[in-house]
């Protein structure tokens, strides 16, 4: 069994930055893409964005593009999510996931292993 640990989550103001980050029990996913979902109180967990297995070909949600950015270091199954910017709608528990593929793209059932979350708390 994959396990995936998020950390560094908190508090943080407006406009402030966080990076997550999020290491697999298992190098199992060196080959496979890595991915990050949120979810805030009350609404469904959206993605936030995913990266290729060789740290390549990343994506993002709208509200992710030009704030946020997925990294990863070929050939390991850890990622980061660096978030710039942040706003009060940001606040989620932020998990990782781990692509059934290379490749990921924007749905969940595009990855396998979740990770427990991380809450970021953006406040105003």
């Known amino acids: 069994q994959v396990q995936l640990v998020e950390s560094g989550g908190g508090l943080v103001q407006a406009g402030g930055s966080l990076t997550l980050s999020c290491t697999a029990s298992?190098?199992?996913?060196?080959?496979?893409?890595m991915g990050w979902f949120r979810q805030a109180p009350g609404k469904e967990r959206e993605f936030v964005g995913s990266?290729?297995?060789?740290?390549?070909?990343?994506i993002y949600a709208d509200f992710a593009e030009g704030r946020f950015t997925i990294s990863r270091e070929y050939g390991k199954s850890t990622a980061s999510l660096r978030m710039n910017s942040l706003k009060p709608e940001d606040t989620a528990v932020y998990y990782c996931?781990?692509?059934?593929?290379?490749?990921?793209?924007?749905?969940?059932?595009?990855?396998?292993?979740w990770g427990q979350g991380t809450q970021v708390t953006v406040s105003s």
């Open positions: 990266i290729a297995w060789n740290g390549g070909g990343a």
């Open positions: 996931a781990g692509g059934r593929s290379s490749y990921a793209g924007r749905r969940q059932d595009g990855y396998q292993y």
């Open positions: 298992r190098r199992v996913l060196s080959n496979n893409a």
